[in-house]
Each structure stands twice: as C-alpha cells, then as structure tokens.
Nanobody, 115 residues
C-alpha cells in the first residue's frame, strides 16, 4: 500500500519560514519523481517544486529563490523548505509521487501566512 504523509504546515507570519515533510512508503522512492503542489481556495492545484529521478529540480517562478525541495533517500522523505513566506503562499500543500505504476498523492497540509 502506497502512503504519502505530509507534515509541517501551520500558521506563520509574513517573512517567516516553514519546512514541509512528506514521508513515503510502499514505492521505490529513489526511482520516483517527487513533487510539491499547492491549492489555494478557489484556485487550481499548481506545481510548486519537483525533483525527478535524475535529481533535476524545477520550481514555479513564484517560489524561485525562496523555496527549496530536497529528498533524503535513506529516509524515504522529501522536504520543502519555504522561506520569506507571503500571503500568496497560503494554500493546502500536497506531496505527489510519480512512478511507472502511477501517481500518488498525500492528504495535504495547510499553510497559512498571516499577521
């Protein structure tokens, strides 16, 4: 059974930081492409950052220079370090794994940026 479990969301003030984690089980993590997506109220889900099997990383323009995606293969975990957060970053953040067998999503974690 494939499971993706996100954690690390919460309420943070503008300019603050959070680190999201996504613990993965049930798939061969090192052969998977991993991505972080977010969905704000009334908006479509959008890609925030992804790291593919080769290690190539892509970011949405809106988060470049502020967010960093990384993975720990030994821990089957992918992270999203978010710095200099602003109100536009408020959303539910989802972890996604893409394998040859399909794609899988976590349940999401809420990030709220507000003073």
């Amino acid at each position: 059974q494939v499971q993706l479990v996100e954690s690390g969301g919460g309420l943070v003030q503008p300019g603050g930081s959070l680190r999201l984690s996504c613990a993965v089980s049930g798939i061969i993590f090192r052969f998977s492409a991993m991505g972080w997506y977010r969905q704000a109220p009334g908006m479509q889900r959008e890609l925030v950052a992804q790291i593919i099997r080769s290690g190539t990383i892509n970011y949405a323009d809106s988060v470049k220079g502020r967010f960093t995606i990384s993975r720990d293969i030994a821990k089957n975990t992918v992270y999203l370090q978010m710095n200099n957060l602003n109100a536009e970053d408020t959303a539910v953040y989802y972890c996604r794994a893409t394998t040859t067998g399909g794609e899988y999503w976590g349940q999401g974690t809420q990030v709220t940026v507000s003073s």
